[in-house]
């Protein structure tokens, strides 16, 4: 039953977090703890699933602006190895559960905010910064089973870095690459992907 629940709301989720540039992966793993998935199984098809829907919502906003491939490779640079360390290392539920709840209240704070600061001139960013701030998201990311763009959004826009459009087409892709990193990084993770495919449910999921 939990599975029926999961694909019934799972198209929502993914048009709604694709729309902004996101992968979901945040929404996926709530929505997963909420109807009780095993633990095991929750950050892999997350992850999977966030690099399907954050490779097409880049592959939206490409076409719509000029990628800033510098800022978004600096960010690359740290952030993909910082995720596949996140990655590769445990965690216990309890501390696991509290760290998405923190994550996942990001969302809401977002919403509060005055998104007037968004349409200022954009600045040059600081490539130590920026080197530091993704090497900090990457390695958040592999360790919760995300891809970081629910956390670099907000960096990109308070810092001025990128308009919205731009930050939604740098988060999409920088998703992409770090679930990619993320979930190479779990073994465990690799091998139970592998026993999901032979779950009739989770094909029709991926369908």
């Given at each position: ?114 998104h007037q600061q ?40 308070f810092l001025r ?47």
């Open positions: 039953m939990s599975q029926i629940l999961f694909l019934i709301f799972l198209p929502i989720v993914a048009f709604l977090y694709s729309s902004v540039g996101h992968g979901g992966a945040s929404a996926y793993l709530a929505l997963m703890a909420f109807l009780q998935f095993v633990p095991e199984h929750m950050k892999p098809i997350a992850l999977l699933l966030n690099m399907l829907v954050s490779l097409i919502a880049f592959l939206l906003f490409y076409r719509k602006i000029k990628m800033p491939w510098k800022l978004f490779l600096t960010l690359c640079v740290s952030s993909i190895p910082a995720a596949y360390w996140g990655g590769s290392l445990p965690i216990e539920p309890h501390w696991y559960k509290w760290m998405l709840g923190v994550i996942l209240l990001i969302p809401t704070w977002r919403l509060l905010q005055n968004a349409e200022r001139p954009v600045r040059l960013f600081n490539p130590y910064a920026t080197l530091g701030i993704g090497a900090a998201i990457g390695f958040i990311s592999g360790l919760i089973g995300i891809g970081g763009g629910i956390l670099l959004s907000p960096v990109l826009i870095w990128a308009h919205l459009k731009e930050t939604a087409c740098i988060s999409a892709l920088f998703i992409f690459v770090n679930s990619v990193s993320g979930l190479m990084g779990q073994q465990k993770s690799l091998k139970t992907l592998y026993n999901l495919y032979q779950a009739e449910w989770f094909v029709w999921m991926m369908m």
